[in-house]
């Protein structure tokens, strides 16, 4: 009977070892939605695909910040433009809210304002002039919308979080666009645990 319980002994300490070797970790289904509500910040933008690294140096980092303040904090931060016939858009945002949403976001410090001219390759007809403080643009809205829901998530031995899942319409949570692989360093932003997205990958269906 010792020889037995010994056995089991060694077995659960191998077993942990190697789960903390790995870098294994259980999250709950709180945690897991908080990461699905991070990862949504840069889905319902139509960011699916980005390395955080390429991304802060292009002009896609200021429609982020500009975009996010945008559908997510439009009474607070968005302005209607004071210039006699705004001849740069209807609303304007003050650059501090630009560079706060990135910091947020990506751990980064963000200072390189400028005006961003439309990419037709992504966001199209989004133009961005910048005054010295001040970010003048135009609204849109109507565009399909995307968010994400992490259903699994490990640490990796580095720390880092991975998380996997599927992109959904945020109209009908059954319409399912795509899998995701996302990848994210814990860190502190206010005082809060958080996370920056370090680089996020789509798989679409055939």
Known sequence: ???????????????????????????????????????????????????AAEFLKSDRIVHFGVWHNYVNNFKSRIVKCKVKDCPHGSFVIDAKHVEESVKKYFGADFKDHRSVKPD??????????????????????????????VDKASKSASGQIVMTGVLYNAGDKDDLFAQFEAV?????????????????KAEYPE
């Open 120 to 149: 037709y390759e992504f966001y199209k007809e989004y133009e961005y002039y910048y005054d010295g403080k001040l970010y003048h643009f135009e609204g849109a809205d109507g565009e399909a919308v995307y968010y994400a829901r």
């Open 1 to 51: 009977m010792k020889r037995i319980f010994l056995c089991l002994i060694l077995v659960l300490l191998f077993a942990s070892s190697a789960f903390a070797a790995s870098g294994g970790e259980n999250f709950s289904a709180a945690e897991l939605k908080l990461m699905s509500t991070f990862l949504s910040n840069f889905t319902e933008l139509g960011f699916f695909d980005l390395d």
């Open 184 to 200: 994210a360093k814990p860190y502190k932003y206010g005082g809060k645990d958080t996370w920056a997205i370090l680089s996020m």
